[in-house]
Structure formats: structure tokens, C-alpha cells
């Protein structure tokens, strides 16, 4: 019998504000949007930006009118969820490309909004499961992790101060959601109805998908239900958590926490 992993500990929630930085709308809706929701009922002050306005993810419909779509049900998504600050960069969907304008833009954000922590998706080639990682989201996650350095570094981008943003080195760490190898979690037992309402916000974009046989409830309910497993809890969401010091303390609750 194959011995099963330890389970996860939680991440740490002793902070009060966080950027989440995805590639398109609905990205932060696949499992993230239910920890969000837990978050904003405790409180914290939790901001969204979208590289991209996910105008190539309708194949019927020309790209302009799919961004205008697209960005309002990301915004009904968020609201699901309590997130009433919602930005957009003007990447271009389905090409965005990794580099200085990216990690600026980003950098730009993070120096703007000051935030505790950074959540972002996976870089990596593969996701969750296997599953093959799309071109946006690896540029968007590489990119994001840079940026989080570049925003606490005065010589990097000093454009940004003469627009009057001084560096912010206050990110505690950043959170990598999608991952196939993660490092904690967080218990969303009473917040997956709402993460299903976020992503099924996004109704254009899944009469978009074809057939209608993709249910935003069961996609949601499995990410919830798989993430549980992990952290011996009915739901979860996992992360892969990495500090930005490595002098701190872990981004998760130790048993010395816990008892």
C-alpha cells in the first residue's frame, strides 16, 4: 500500500491585505475565489488584477466585444466573492509576453496597493493533476514573482518613483495556487457555494466552451473537495507559499501554533 502524504498545515491568515494577480478572468475563480471569500468575511482587503481582459477565450465573438464581456462577469465574479477592486492591465490575451513591461506593470500594482501578500498561479509547465500549464499563465506567474522583488527595489523601474510610487519591500510572501506540489492550504468548509457562484459568473464565457457540459459547481466542488483531502478537512484550497525572506517564518501554521 502506497503510504499517503502528510497532510498540509494551513497558511497563515495573520495578515490584512493581498493582491491576487491572474492572467484572464475566471482564472482566480477555479478554486482561489472561495479563499478569498473566507478572507473578505474576516475582513481583509483583498485586490484583483487581470493581465489580460481574456478577449481570445470566446471563439465566437470578435475580441473587442468579448473584452467588454468578459471584464464585467469578472467583476460580477469578484462581488461574489467581496472583492470590490478589480484592474486590468491591456495584456493581450493568448500572447502575453514575459519581460520588463510585464514585471513594470505588475511592480506598478504592488507599489500602488501596498499589499501583505501576493497570490498568483502557478509558472510551472505542469499544473495540478499534470494537467499542461498555458503559455499567459506562465508568463503571468514568472512575471508576478519578479515583480514582487522589483517593487521593493528602489533602482529597479525608478520610473516608478517619479510617478510618485515609492518602493514597498512589505510583501511577506507570495502564493502560487495550482500547483501540482503545494505546501499548505486553506479550509474553505462553508465558503465553496460562493467560489461556485464567482465562477459561474462567467456565463458567456462558458456557453463559449462549446457544449455546455462543463459545470462551473462540480469544477469548483472538486478543486474544494480534492484540496480537503489534503488538509484532512471536508474543503480546501492550496497553495504553494514561499516567503520573500528566507530569515522569516514559514508562510503556514506550525504545530508550535496549533498546540
Given at each position: 500500500?502506497?503510504?499517503?502524504?502528510?497532510?498540509?498545515?494551513?497558511?497563515?491568515?495573520?495578515w490584512?491585505?493581498a493582491?491576487c494577480?491572474?492572467a484572464?478572468?475566471d482564472?482566480l475563480?477555479?478554486?482561489?475565489?472561495?479563499?478569498?471569500?473566507?478572507?473578505?468575511a474576516?475582513?481583509?482587503?483583498?485586490v484583483?488584477?487581470?493581465?489580460t481582459?481574456?478577449?481570445?477565450?470566446i471563439?465566437?465573438?470578435?475580441?473587442?466585444?468579448?473584452?467588454?464581456i468578459?471584464?464585467?462577469?469578472e467583476?460580477q465574479g469578484?462581488?461574489?466573492?467581496g472583492?470590490?477592486?478589480?484592474?486590468?492591465?491591456?495584456?493581450?490575451?493568448g500572447v502575453?509576453e514575459?519581460?520588463?513591461?510585464?514585471?513594470?506593470?505588475?511592480?506598478?500594482?504592488?507599489?500602488?496597493?501596498?499589499?501583505d501578500v501576493?497570490?498568483t498561479?502557478t509558472f510551472?509547465?505542469?499544473m495540478?493533476?499534470?494537467?499542461?500549464?498555458?503559455?499567459?499563465?506562465?508568463?503571468?506567474?514568472?512575471?508576478?514573482?519578479?515583480?514582487?522583488?522589483d517593487?521593493?527595489n528602489?533602482?529597479?523601474?525608478?520610473e516608478?518613483?517619479?510617478?510618485?510610487?515609492?518602493?514597498w519591500?512589505?510583501?511577506?510572501?507570495?502564493c502560487?495556487?495550482?500547483?501540482?506540489?503545494?505546501?499548505?492550504?486553506?479550509?474553505?468548509?462553508?465558503?465553496?457555494d460562493?467560489?461556485?457562484?464567482?465562477?459561474?459568473a462567467?456565463?458567456?464565457?462558458?456557453?463559449?466552451?462549446?457544449d455546455?457540459?462543463?459545470?462551473?459547481a462540480?469544477?469548483?466542488r472538486?478543486?474544494?473537495?480534492s484540496?480537503?483531502?489534503?488538509?484532512?478537512?471536508?474543503?480546501?484550497?492550496?497553495f504553494?507559499?514561499?516567503p520573500?525572506?528566507?530569515s522569516?517564518?514559514p508562510?503556514?501554521?506550525?504545530?508550535?501554533?496549533?498546540?
Open positions: 500500500m502506497t503510504p499517503q502524504p502528510p497532510l498540509l498545515p494551513a497558511l497563515r491568515e495573520d490584512h491585505s493582491l494577480v491572474a484572464h478572468p482564472d475563480e477555479y478554486g482561489a475565489a472561495s479563499a478569498v471569500a473566507r478572507w473578505t474576516q475582513g481583509k482587503q483583498i484583483y488584477l487581470l493581465v481582459r481574456g478577449e481570445a477565450g471563439d465566437k465573438l470578435d475580441p473587442r466585444e468579448a473584452a467588454v468578459r471584464e464585467e462577469e467583476r469578484a462581488r461574489e466573492v472583492v470590490d477592486v478589480v484592474e486590468f492591465l491591456d495584456h493581450r490575451d502575453v514575459y519581460g520588463l513591461p510585464l514585471r513594470r506593470d505588475i511592480a506598478r500594482a504592488i507599489r500602488r496597493h501596498r499589499p501576493v497570490f498561479g510551472a509547465e505542469r495540478v493533476g499534470g494537467l499542461l500549464n498555458q503559455a499567459d499563465h506562465r508568463a503571468v506567474g514568472l512575471a508576478t514573482l519578479d515583480a514582487v522583488r517593487a521593493g528602489r533602482w529597479v523601474f525608478p516608478l518613483i517619479e510617478d510618485g510610487l515609492e518602493p519591500p512589505g510583501v511577506r510572501y507570495i502560487f495556487g495550482g500547483t501540482d506540489d503545494p505546501n499548505c492550504g486553506v479550509d474553505v468548509t462553508g465558503f465553496v460562493r467560489g461556485v457562484a464567482s465562477l459561474s462567467h456565463r458567456a464565457y462558458f456557453e463559449g466552451l462549446g455546455g457540459s462543463t459545470d462551473p462540480q469544477i469548483v472538486w478543486i474544494a473537495d484540496g480537503g483531502a489534503r488538509m484532512g478537512v471536508p474543503s480546501a484550497v492550496l504553494d507559499a514561499c520573500l525572506d528566507p522569516s517564518p508562510p503556514w501554521e506550525t504545530r508550535d501554533q496549533n498546540g
